[in-house]
């Protein structure tokens, strides 16, 4: 089925109108309408070859939600009328032992991305800056009715990102836990830490956001621009989750975590990230990094989520501004997901 889209010709090219094909419904499928699509950092790089060389023409997207609108004979965990998401896997090996712990985003033999990856009948995936996507129901998440329609989009990548690493580094009552940059995952990730209990850090380049940081649980909020405020941090927290998407003087910030503390990179720079070792040393310090979220984890943060009240800040708008909203994120200029109605795909 041919369905309207956003897609970019080249790494250069702008996002345009166009059709994509979607496959037909097999017997473990689930067609979305998809009703918002939110835009990832991620989108960017890919688009722009940043990462790496991706198929073109090719339509990002995988902060998606939408309505079921039709299942094949075998689904059993969606009917019609649901509403679903999807984040940024469509499939996996299965098989491999980190499927079968349920961390299909380390599949070992590769998961399958919701776009730019390759799907099971050898055509490339393509996201969700589109009207319909078709998607096996193992990969699809059940959206709790009690979160806004409009809002849940980003949770599918933005939430998962930050909640995977706070969840697993048992960020909690009695932990102190910074925040690097307040974008999308990074307003995210304040208030999922806030709403687990932990003690909220933001370190952002200016104090421009630090009302919204504060209204979002924030418990104290520094500008990194400022030259004392690594001086006044050192040693100080147990967990630091990084979301920036440029390179950082990784020292700065290493400096800042206490003894066993560590510092989780999620922000995706194309560039590597030089680290001093002895800076490790000093307070047996870990350096990490963390990707998405599993299927169960995923629907155990949207439920989280859900209890909790939690939803990202998203400026809405229609298809034809993707672009525009493209040059925002890159100049930090989103408060604090943009997100996509997919009736403007039409
Ligand atoms: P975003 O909305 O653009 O947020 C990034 C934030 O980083 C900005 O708001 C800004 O915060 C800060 N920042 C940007 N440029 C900076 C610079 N040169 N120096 C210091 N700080 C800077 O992006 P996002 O969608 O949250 O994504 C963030 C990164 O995570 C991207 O690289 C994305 O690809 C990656 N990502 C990774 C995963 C994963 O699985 N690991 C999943 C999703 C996204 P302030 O204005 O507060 O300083
Ligand atoms: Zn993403
Ligand atoms: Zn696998």
Same mark, same amino acid.
């Given at each position: 089925m041919h369905v309207n889209a956003y897609a970019a010709k080249s790494a250069t090219s702008p996002l345009e109108p166009t059709t994509i094909e979607r496959r037909a419904v097999g017997p473990a499928d689930v067609l979305i309408d998809i009703a918002y699509a939110g835009i990832c950092h991620s989108d960017i790089h890919t688009i722009r070859g940043e990462w790496g060389d991706v198929p073109y023409p090719l339509t990002v997207g995988h902060e998606i939600v939408g309505t079921v609108a039709e299942v094949g004979s075998d689904v059993t965990k969606y009917a019609v009328g649901d509403r679903v998401g999807v984040g $940024?896997?469509?499939?996996? $090996?299965?098989? $491999?032992a980190n499927c079968l712990a349920g961390e299909e985003q380390y599949c070992l033999n590769g998961n399958v991305g919701t776009y730019a990856g390759i799907d099971r009948d050898g055509t490339v995936t393509q996201g969700g800056y589109s009207e319909k996507i078709v998607v096996d129901q193992d990969f699809v998440l059940r959206v709790p009715e009690s979160i806004p329609y409009e809002k849940a989009a980003p949770l599918l990548c933005a939430g998962i990102t930050t909640y995977s690493p706070l969840n697993h580094w048992n960020a909690g009552p009695g932990k102190k836990v910074a925040i690097v940059g307040l974008g999308g995952l990074g307003h995210m990730a304040v208030k999922i830490a806030h709403a687990m209990g932990a003690e909220v850090t933001v370190l952002s380049q200016t104090l421009s956001k630090k009302d919204d940081g504060l209204a979002m649980g924030a418990d104290h909020y520094y500008a990194t621009s400022d030259p004392e405020t690594f001086d006044k941090l050192k040693n100080t927290f147990d967990l630091i989750v990084n979301t920036v998407s440029a390179p950082l003087d990784l020292k700065q910030y290493l400096g800042t975590l206490t003894l066993d503390g560590t510092m989780v990179n999620v922000g995706a720079p194309p560039e590597p990230l030089p680290i001093q070792v002895f800076t490790l040393f000093n307070n047996r310090r870990s350096f990490a990094g963390s990707s998405i979220g599993g299927i169960r984890e995923t629907q155990e943060m949207l439920d989280f989520c859900a209890e909790h009240g939690i939803a990202p800040e998203i400026e809405l708008i229609s298809a034809e501004q993707i672009n525009e909203a493209y040059e925002r994120v890159l100049k930090s200029d989103v408060r604090f997901r943009f997100v996509i109605d997919a009736a403007t795909f039409a």
């Open positions: $940024c896997m469509v499939n996996s $090996c299965r098989e $491999c």
